[in-house]
């Protein structure tokens, strides 16, 4: 809740108060979640719903504020730049494996006690790191179909728009991981999706009164030139 509150008003902030910088401002907040995500994922967790506990990794608690993130973007500046935003996330995330890799490669020293930990977290597999990519390049590309399409057939309903793209995002970026990852191992994939699907779902809808906010606050005071360019930059 700190953390969708702090990005959510910040965000809204910039691109109210200063926009020339907010496409940036939140692109820059969109990697963030996604970076953070990709590290946090080698913690497998419990989710506990009360009637039921799943297990999934620690990402599940972080990645749907990225489906957030993107919608952020796609209500103010379009598909297009919506588009641009995914891009550039992809590229940070594949800098971010190679910088690791480039890392690993190096001779711990004595006093660095931690290697075998370090190494079994931050060395993560070919078909894992792949399956991250695809999954997030499909899921986002998706969300932010989705997302443009309700706006334009729905301009009102903005929790329809923001929960729907969040959960059809979750769910095609639960699937698409697990299938790619883990079809090799043997284990069984539908639990496995299930978890994912079911954690990251409610959490995405848990984070859709945030969007409101951003967009009440948003249209409390955005230039009309940002409003105006934003619905022709996805055509």
Known sequence: MISLTIATYAGAAVVRR?????FATLT?????????SQIIAARIVEFDLGIMVLIAPASVFIY????????MINEVYGRSMTRVAIL???????LLAILIAMTNTLTPAPVFRFEAAWQSIFTQGLWIILASWVAFLVSQSFDSYIFDRLKR??????????????????????????????????LPLLPLIIGQVVSKGIIGLLDTPW????????DAGVPV???SESGGSGK
Request: hydrophobic fraction near 50%; aromatic fraction near 16%.
């Open 211 to 218: 969007f409101v906010v951003y967009k009440r606050y948003l």
């Open 18 to 22: 200063f926009p020339g910088y907010g």
């Open 64 to 71: 749907p504020f990225i489906a957030q993130a993107i919608d």
């Open 153 to 186: 057939a729905y301009p009102d309903r903005i929790v329809l728009r923001s929960a729907f793209s969040d959960v059809a995002d979750l769910t095609l970026d639960s699937v698409i991981f697990v299938v790619i990852a883990f079809s090799t191992t043997g």
């Open 225 to 227: 030139q940002i409003r």
């Open 88 to 94: 550039t996330a992809l590229l940070s995330q594949v």
């Open 28 to 36: 820059g907040l969109y990697v963030i979640y996604l970076g953070a």
